[in-house]
């Protein structure tokens, strides 16, 4: 089998043990934007509509939903903090797609997905427009993406990708002219569809926009089952609602029927200091763009505003039972394997130290992207399964989920995409053997020059194919 450039140019064991020697298991994002404090709930309440879950899905529901309705009673419901799951641990791309790419939304949606492409871009758009008229302090930057192609099979998949106008193709020399790296041998530069944010200041800054607009936030306050209805009930509090939007994503839903339609798969990450003028002249990147390579198994990395490089991606991983927990989030193996990456990568940067790492638990359904629905008869309404790709299609869901709240025919309620559902994960222990066969073949296909095999092949025949 052959090898991928990862392989073929290690960087000296010295070099990753220095970089990694002062990380700290802690979440940057989180760390550099402290948000406000919010009360827990505690007794009872009524309110025309309650959202669970405080990260973006549930805080651009509560805000589209109070500016469509000043006069509504809007509670959000937080298990936890604002933001402190994947809003606030996530690599900050704002990506237009709502399909989790091209390819995947040709092969499921090849119908309306023109359509599709048309709403996702003015999605983006329309946030872009939000961040600016409310003044969310979120260092939002939309300047573009670059895809990479560190193989030689990959460069003709960037080649068919291009259209000469927002998607140009980079030659070799051109790539590198980007943002210098030996790694490079092709490169899509994507100017109009990809936006980068500070993931952490976006949500907290999202939950004050909600506030003062009237939303009354409670943080630690999980929902532990809705009763009769829509009656929510946490550990102190009782919320009677007459409507519920649940953004829980990647946590147990609280609707039984959807429970085996997503899994956690965990995404690591690491954050380097802030690099020096000399460093950031040696790859360039002046362009500031996020970065991401073509492979099954991918690494993604962008600028923050003060020049640290977010590096994360490549390994995914699922634990049995399908459970999220604290303890998955430090995996010695994975933070060595991305150091070692990201220094094959940039080999110019050695001396460069990381200061952070940590991970965070992706909510991932069958088709890769968003699923939507409703239940108890209209009064409930949820949007999950956003497979790592929710910065901005959160807002879109948002949108969904107050539509159908309202009983209304939109065209966002008429997407084939919002009517269908995805095939459900088994139980265990076949959704265990499953994902990670899926995984290891992926990784056999990133070494056998992009070829899929038979097991993937057939995934892909059954709509349950994964292409990054």
Same mark, same amino acid.
């Given at each position: 089998?052959?090898?991928?450039?990862?392989?073929?140019?290690?960087?000296?064991?010295?070099?990753?043990?220095?970089?990694?020697?002062?990380?700290?298991?802690?979440?940057?994002?989180?760390?550099?934007?402290?948000?406000?404090?919010?009360?827990?709930?505690?007794?009872?309440?009524?309110?025309?509509?309650?959202?669970? *879950?405080?990260?973006?899905? *549930? !805080?651009?529901?509560?805000?589209?939903?109070?500016?469509?309705?000043?006069?509504?009673?809007?509670?959000?419901?937080?298990?936890?903090?604002?933001?402190?799951?994947?809003?606030?641990?996530?690599?900050?791309?704002?990506?237009?797609?709502?399909?989790?790419?091209?390819?995947?939304?040709?092969?499921?949606?090849?119908?309306?997905?023109?359509?599709? %492409?048309?709403?996702?871009?003015?999605?983006?758009?329309?946030?872009?427009?939000?961040?600016?008229?409310?003044?969310?302090?979120?260092?939002?930057?939309?300047?573009?993406?670059?895809?990479?192609?560190?193989?030689?099979?990959?460069?003709?998949?960037?080649?068919?990708?291009?259209?000469?106008?927002?998607?140009?193709?980079?030659?070799?020399?051109?790539?590198?002219?980007?943002?210098?790296?030996?790694?490079?041998?092709?490169?899509? !530069?994507?100017?109009?569809?990809?936006?980068?944010?500070?993931?952490?200041?976006?949500?907290?800054?999202?939950?004050?926009?909600?506030?003062?607009?009237?939303?009354?936030?409670?943080?630690?306050?999980?929902?532990?089952?809705?009763?009769? *209805?829509?009656?929510?009930?946490?550990?102190?509090?009782?919320?009677?609602?007459?409507?519920?939007?649940?953004?829980?994503?990647?946590?147990?839903?609280?609707?039984?029927?959807?429970?085996?339609?997503?899994?956690?798969?965990?995404?690591?990450?690491?954050?380097?200091?802030?690099?020096?003028?000399?460093?950031?002249?040696?790859?360039?990147?002046?362009?500031?763009?996020?970065?991401?390579?073509?492979?099954?198994?991918?690494?993604?990395?962008?600028?923050?505003?003060?020049?640290?490089?977010?590096?994360?991606?490549?390994?995914?991983?699922?634990?049995?039972?399908?459970?999220?927990?604290?303890?998955?989030?430090?995996?010695?193996?994975?933070?060595?394997?991305?150091?070692?990456?990201?220094?094959?990568?940039?080999?110019?940067?050695?001396?460069?130290?990381?200061?952070?790492?940590?991970?965070?638990?992706?909510?991932?359904?069958?088709?890769?992207?968003?699923?939507?629905?409703?239940?108890?008869?209209?009064?409930?309404?949820?949007?999950?399964?956003?497979?790592?790709?929710?910065?901005?299609?959160?807002?879109?869901?948002?949108?969904?989920?107050?539509?159908?709240?309202?009983?209304?025919?939109?065209?966002?309620?008429?997407?084939?995409?919002?009517?269908?559902?995805?095939?459900?994960?088994?139980?265990?222990?076949?959704?265990?053997?499953?994902?990670?066969?899926?995984?290891?073949?992926?990784? %056999?296909?990133?070494?056998?020059?992009?070829?899929?095999?038979?097991?993937?092949?057939?995934?892909?025949?059954?709509?349950?194919?994964?292409?990054?």
């Amino acid at each position: 089998m052959a090898t991928t450039v990862f392989e073929r140019m290690r960087p000296a064991a010295s070099v990753v043990d220095h970089a990694l020697a002062g990380a700290r298991q802690s979440v940057f994002w989180l760390e550099d934007a402290p948000g406000d404090d919010y009360p827990a709930l505690h007794g009872e309440l009524s309110c025309d509509l309650a959202v669970v *879950g405080g990260g973006y899905s *549930g !805080l651009w529901t509560a805000l589209l939903a109070k500016q469509e309705n000043p006069a509504a009673r809007v509670v959000l419901l937080e298990g936890r903090r604002i933001g402190w799951a994947a809003s606030g641990r996530n690599g900050g791309f704002c990506e237009a797609s709502l399909t989790h790419g091209e390819e995947n939304g040709r092969s499921r949606f090849a119908g309306e997905f023109d359509e599709l %492409q048309r709403l996702g871009m003015a999605n983006l758009d329309e946030i872009e427009r939000t961040v600016a008229e409310l003044g969310l302090d979120a260092d939002f930057e939309r300047n573009g993406a670059i895809d990479l192609a560190t193989e030689p099979h990959q460069v003709e998949w960037l080649r068919e990708g291009a259209n000469g106008d927002d998607a140009v193709f980079l030659d070799t020399d051109a790539i590198r002219a980007e943002v210098n790296s030996p790694t490079y041998l092709a490169g899509l !530069l994507r100017s109009a569809d990809s936006a980068l944010v500070h993931p952490a200041k976006l949500a907290r800054a999202l939950a004050r926009a909600c506030a003062e607009a009237g939303v009354e936030i409670f943080e630690n306050s999980p929902v532990a089952s809705i009763g009769d *209805g829509t009656t929510l009930r946490t550990p102190h509090g009782t919320v009677k609602a007459e409507r519920t939007a649940l953004a829980t994503n990647v946590f147990p839903s609280l609707l039984k029927r959807n429970r085996l339609f997503t899994v956690p798969v965990y995404d690591y990450v690491l954050m380097t200091e802030p690099l020096t003028d000399a460093q950031l002249t040696s790859i360039g990147w002046q362009g500031r763009q996020g970065l991401g390579d073509s492979a099954n198994q991918f690494h993604y990395y962008r600028l923050s505003a003060d020049n640290r490089i977010l590096f994360g991606g490549y390994d995914a991983i699922y634990h049995y039972g399908g459970r999220v927990r604290d303890e998955y989030e430090n995996r010695p193996e994975t933070f060595q394997r991305l150091a070692n990456h990201f220094f094959t990568t940039f080999p110019q940067l050695e001396g460069l130290q990381f200061t952070n790492k940590w991970a965070g638990a992706i909510d991932t359904c069958s088709r890769f992207c968003a699923f939507f629905g409703s239940a108890r008869g209209g009064r409930v309404a949820y949007a999950t399964g956003y497979t790592g790709l929710g910065v901005a299609a959160t807002h879109f869901g948002a949108k969904v989920m107050l539509d159908l709240l309202a009983g209304r025919t939109t065209e966002r309620t008429e997407l084939a995409m919002v009517k269908s559902r995805p095939l459900p994960f088994p139980p265990e222990p076949a959704a265990a053997i499953g994902i990670n066969l899926t995984r290891r073949a992926l990784d %056999q296909a990133d070494h056998n020059d992009g070829r899929r095999n038979l097991f993937l092949k057939t995934l892909d025949a059954v709509g349950l194919g994964f292409d990054s």
